[in-house]
């Protein structure tokens, strides 16, 4: 097998579980690999690397350096790059009004289990050893927004007093993007029965795999959608309340299509935190 040699790539940790006595099995997300496992060796116990098991934790962003013939590679080296606003970025502007990204993540409250969330989908849905850039530079921008509400919305409120639309856009945004990223971008465009264009003032019913048609199916599973929504989704605009909880369950609908059977942690432990009325 050919040896792969990464060095000094910018990586962030999606998850990591231990491996034998002293080190570490990590999951790394790298902008131009994809989903990449390592073995972190030494990083545990009483002589252990310590400065390194603190760094090989989630929503860092790290240069790492890599090597190995298989899909499990070893690290050699980590370092934690402080400035993040020097990162690569995703142009969203034109899609939403999201607030600026700031330098850094800092993640706590209903922020931080979102981006458990986020960590969850990129574990299930990332390809490994591929190209991911696009990915990668969404993922920045969302988590700097979810820091930002953070900052703005602190951590000490109980969870229900806590508002819900600033973390829901940023989610709905990634969610739709990161199925375009990944080749299973929705038609949010046009009728695929009459090929006009989606009206605001119409009722559809959205076949997961094909598109919105105006008329019902008949045997194939669909979900109601109104036009109104489609557009919203396609301009990225949530301003709207119906908008936020249609997209919501259409968004959820598609990921399912690709995720399988196996249920999200992190949705479960959303809804034991957060009630049943404020679904991730």
């Given at each position: 097998m050919m040896r792969i040699n990464l060095d000094n790539k910018s990586?962030?940790?999606?998850?990591?579980?231990?491996?034998?006595?002293?080190?570490?099995?990590?999951?790394?997300?790298?902008?131009?690999?994809?989903?990449v496992s390592a073995i972190a060796r030494g990083v545990k116990g009483k002589k252990s690397k310590q400065n390194q098991f603190a760094l090989l934790q989630p929503f860092q962003m790290l240069s790492v350096s890599l090597t190995g013939k298989n899909e499990l590679l070893i690290l050699k080296s980590i370092e934690l790059i402080s400035d993040l606003s020097s990162e690569s970025s995703?142009?969203?502007?034109?899609?939403?009004?999201?607030?600026?990204?700031?330098?850094?993540w800092n993640l706590s409250g209903?922020?931080?289990?979102?981006?458990?969330?986020?960590?969850?989908?990129l574990l299930r849905l990332l390809p490994s050893h591929t190209d991911c850039g696009e990915i990668f530079a969404l993922y920045?921008?969302?988590?700097?927004?979810?820091s930002y509400n953070?900052?703005?919305?602190?951590?000490?409120?109980?969870?229900?007093?806590?508002?819900?639309?600033?973390?829901?856009?940023?989610?709905?945004?990634?969610?739709?993007?990161?199925?375009?990223?990944?080749?299973?971008?929705?038609?949010?465009?046009?009728?695929?029965?009459?090929?006009?264009?989606?009206?605001?003032?119409?009722?559809?019913?959205?076949?997961?795999?094909?598109?919105?048609?105006?008329?019902?199916?008949?045997?194939?599973?669909?979900?109601?959608?109104?036009?109104?929504?489609?557009?919203?989704?396609?301009?990225?605009?949530?301003?709207?309340?119906?908008?936020?909880?249609?997209?919501?369950q259409l968004l959820k609908w598609a990921l399912a299509e690709h995720l399988g059977n196996k249920p999200l942690k992190s949705r479960e432990l959303f809804r034991q935190l957060y009630c049943s009325t404020a679904k991730v």
């Amino acid at each position: 097998m050919m040896r792969i040699n990464l060095d000094n790539k910018s990586a962030i940790v999606l998850h990591h579980y231990n491996y034998r006595d002293s080190s570490l099995i990590v999951n790394f997300f790298l902008s131009d690999f994809g989903k990449v496992s390592a073995i972190a060796r030494g990083v545990k116990g009483k002589k252990s690397k310590q400065n390194q098991f603190a760094l090989l934790q989630p929503f860092q962003m790290l240069s790492v350096s890599l090597t190995g013939k298989n899909e499990l590679l070893i690290l050699k080296s980590i370092e934690l790059i402080s400035d993040l606003s020097s990162e690569s970025s995703s142009d969203l502007s034109s899609e939403s009004s999201f607030e600026p990204r700031s330098p850094g993540w800092n993640l706590s409250g209903k922020s931080l289990y979102c981006a458990y969330y986020l960590n969850e989908l990129l574990l299930r849905l990332l390809p490994s050893h591929t190209d991911c850039g696009e990915i990668f530079a969404l993922y920045d921008q969302i988590l700097s927004i979810l820091s930002y509400n953070s900052n703005q919305y602190g951590s000490d409120q109980h969870p229900a007093q806590q508002t819900s639309i600033q973390y829901e856009v940023p989610l709905r945004m990634f969610e739709l993007k990161l199925l375009e990223y990944l080749g299973y971008g929705l038609n949010l465009s046009h009728d695929i029965q009459s090929e006009s264009a989606i009206d605001d003032k119409k009722q559809y019913y959205y076949i997961i795999d094909a598109g919105p048609v105006e008329n019902p199916p008949g045997d194939t599973k669909y979900l109601a959608i109104s036009g109104q929504t489609l557009n919203d989704l396609a301009n990225g605009q949530f301003s709207e309340q119906k908008t936020l909880q249609e997209s919501k369950q259409l968004l959820k609908w598609a990921l399912a299509e690709h995720l399988g059977n196996k249920p999200l942690k992190s949705r479960e432990l959303f809804r034991q935190l957060y009630c049943s009325t404020a679904k991730v």
